[in-house]
């Protein structure tokens, strides 16, 4: 017998924040404007997408993964979406229904005769490196995924050498060619085998894709680490106070809590180091979903990010979300600002501030630049309705302390702002950015081209795509000679 469950419902399955259910190929898209000459490669951008009405429980932060990726090349350009396929993915899809609820959407239930979530869901982020696109998600393995067709290779765990969750957002310090990450375990604990791990572990894989050192860092209690940085000689991690409750797990409630009681603390680690060397500097408690980046000045190490107050992920979970005492992802209290730490290497102050009082997120650097100091920032500035939703791209000078912002236009929404270079640039910001816009006047979606030096004027190129792109995540830019060489 087939159980039927309640239809869920929650804003994150509605408008254009819910999904597509078809995978679609479409060649010789029209370009509105003209495309910059010798831009050549392919755009992915990955995202929740369900493959089926959730049953139970949904949360945004854990619909099965979709990348969108536009291809440039020859002068024509093409779409195509497809699923992450993880295990899960595979699972539901035989079955053709959903057998979980959405990862974070509904405690463990030991009673679900397909067993327990074997959650990864593949959907956050990706990442290039040793001519390799991964797809990402926090808890799990990366999914490695062919170019250009963005087929699932499959799970990719370095030859068994990964030995820990790998972060949405590790980086890649492209002057070395060294990919720095993390892998974090809430629960301190393998759910398979019940032994005991870190609450953080920290990992270096040498330009040629090995896994050269792993090392775990102490934290007191397990918490969501979702980001950190690194600069030329320390990666940066941020021990913020999202606690992880099992109580809480257990009564069905979302297990994550912001205790504003604890502070902040910003451990850095000098990159090769065993976690034992980590130094912590403690500010008031604060959330940090994303970095800018992070680079080193005289004694001082400054980092970037966008700074909320406070957080409730319960704001995201179709279980609370509706519910007139949660809180909006983004009120007064919890809304994004770009913010600066300077921590002193020498007296270990630490100095810090607001850098401007818009608000936004998914920032984003010029990415040959990560780690070292950079003059430009990106970010997708909200547009104050509660929801994450974007109404265009604030370009931060923060030399002069300036910000210019580009528009999306009218009932017109983006998301993550991916900066590519011009090839030859010897400015950093002399290239391009690069997003899928949903016009909620007609329904449809385009991918946008910014020239991002003259961020205020229209965008020199729109292709209008042949489906809606739903809200999401991360995307990244693979040039075309790595296109062409991937694995
Ligand atoms: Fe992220």
């Known amino acids: 017998m087939v159980m039927q469950h309640e239809r869920v419902s929650s804003p994150y399955l509605e408008g254009n924040f819910g999904p597509v259910r078809e995978e679609v190929t479409a060649e010789d898209l029209k370009v509105i404007g003209e495309l910059p000459e010798g831009l050549e490669g392919m755009f992915v951008r990955n995202g929740p997408n369900p493959q089926f009405d959730p ?14 990726g536009v291809r440039i090349k020859d ?51 990706l990442v290039w490196h040793d001519g390799r696109l991964l797809a990402l998600w926090e808890g799990g393995d990366p999914h490695h995924i062919a170019l250009p067709g963005l087929e699932t290779c499959g799970r990719y765990n370095y030859g068994g050498s990964l030995v820990h969750a790998f972060t949405a957002h590790p980086k890649v310090d492209e002057k070395t060619g060294e990919m720095m990450f993390f892998g974090y375990n809430m629960l301190g604990m393998d759910m398979r085998t019940g032994q005991q791990v870190p609450f953080l572990q920290y990992s270096v894989a040498s330009p040629q894709g090995e896994i050269v050192h792993t090392t775990p860092i102490e934290l007191p209690v397990g918490v969501m680490m979702h980001d ?46 065993s976690g034992d060397r980590v130094r912590w500097f403690e500010s008031p408690a604060c959330y940090v979903f994303h970095v800018l ?54 007296t270990g102050d630490v100095k810090e501030g607001r850098l401007d009082d818009a608000t936004g997120d998914f920032p984003r650097v010029n990415d040959f630049e990560v780690g070292y100091k950079t003059r430009f ?13 974007s109404d265009g791209v604030l370009k931060y000078d923060l030399e002069k302390e300036t910000s210019r912002f580009h528009h999306h236009g009218s009932r017109r929404y983006g998301g993550e702002a991916v900066f590519v270079p011009r090839e030859g640039a010897t400015a950093e ?43 999401g995540f991360h995307g990244a830019w693979i040039p075309e000679e790595r296109v062409t060489q991937s694995r």
């Open 75 to 125: 002068g024509n350009v093409s779409y195509r979406n497809r699923y992450v396929q993880t295990e899960r993915w595979r699972r539901e899809n035989e079955a053709g229904r959903a057998l979980w609820p959405s990862t974070l959407g509904g405690p463990p239930d030991p009673d679900n005769p397909a067993g327990p979530n074997p959650a990864n869901q593949g959907n956050t982020a």
């Open 429 to 471: 910001d002399d290239g391009w950015l690069m997003t899928y816009v949903y016009d909620h006047n007609s329904g449809d979606s385009e991918f946008v081209v910014i020239n991002a030096q003259d961020v205020e004027s229209e965008p020199v190129a729109r292709v209008p795509l042949p489906q809606r792109v739903p809200y």
């Open 377 to 389: 920032g990106y970010v997708a500035r909200f547009d104050g309705s509660g929801m994450p939703q």
């Open 228 to 273: 950190f940085a690194v600069t030329e000689r320390y990666s940066i991690f941020m021990n913020l106070p999202l606690v992880f409750s099992m109580e809480r797990a257990m009564k069905g409630e979302n297990p994550l809590y912001f205790d504003r009681d604890r502070p902040s603390q910003f451990g850095l680690l000098p990159r090769r180091a």
């Open 293 to 346: 980046n992070a680079f080193e000045e005289g004694d001082e190490v400054v980092l970037d990010g966008c700074r909320m107050n406070s957080v409730d992920l319960g704001a995201l979970d179709s279980r609370t979300a509706l519910n007139p005492e949660t809180k909006p992802l983004i009120d007064r209290d919890s809304e994004q600002t770009l913010y600066r730490w300077r921590f002193n290497l020498a």
């Open 55 to 68: 049953i139970k429980g949904y949360h945004w932060f854990g619909g099965d993964g979709m990348l969108h």
